[in-house]
C-alpha cells in the first residue's frame, strides 16, 4: 500500500492536533485545580513519559491524554486516510502509555491518567473521582 498522506501533510496535521490539544488541556486542568483548592503541582517533569502535572510531595503523576492519540473509545473519528498509520500510532501511543504508568507506579508514583474528554463540565463527576487522592491527601 502507497502513503496516500505525504510526509509533510501528515506532520502538519499532527503538529496541529498536539499543539490545540496541550495547551487548552492543561489550562482547564489548572483552573479545576483551583476551584478544588488543589496547591503543589508542578510543570515541565523530567519524568519519564513527561506526565503533565506532578505533585512532588505526594509522589503524584498526572497525565492527561488526548483521546484521538491515546486511543480512548469515546472518539471514534479516525482520518478515513492512511487509517493503518493512524492505527499503529495510536496503538504505539497506548503501548507507551501502559509502559511509562507501570514504571512510575515501580518507582512509588501515584499514576492518574485524566482523558481529554473528561475535562468537559458534564463528567466533572468522574474528573473530581480521579483527583481525589489530591484532594484528601494535599
Ligand atoms: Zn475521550
Known amino acids: 500500500m502507497t502513503d496516500i498522506v505525504d510526509e509533510q501533510t501528515r506532520s502538519y496535521v499532527m503538529s496541529r492536533v498536539r499543539s490545540t490539544q496541550n495547551k487548552s488541556t492543561e489550562l482547564k486542568l489548572i483552573s479545576i ?23 512532588p510531595k505526594n509522589k503524584i503523576a498526572i497525565f492527561v491524554d488526548g483521546c484521538f492519540w491515546h486511543g480512548h473509545e469515546c472518539r471514534k473519528s479516525i482520518p ?7 492505527m499503529t500510532k495510536i496503538a504505539k501511543n497506548k503501548l507507551r502509555d501502559s509502559e511509562v504508568s507501570q514504571y512510575l507506579q515501580n518507582k512509588k508514583w ?22 481525589q487522592p489530591l484532594i484528601t491527601q494535599l
Open 33 to 55: 485545580f483551583k476551584e478544588l483548592n488543589i496547591k503543589g503541582w508542578r510543570r515541565g517533569s523530567k519524568l519519564k513519559g513527561k506526565p503533565d502535572f506532578i505533585f
Open 80 to 86: 478515513q486516510t492512511n487509517i493503518d498509520y493512524w
Open 110 to 131: 501515584n499514576v492518574i491518567r485524566i482523558w481529554e474528554c473528561e475535562l468537559k463540565k458534564k463528567h466533572r463527576e468522574i474528573l473530581y473521582q480521579k483527583l
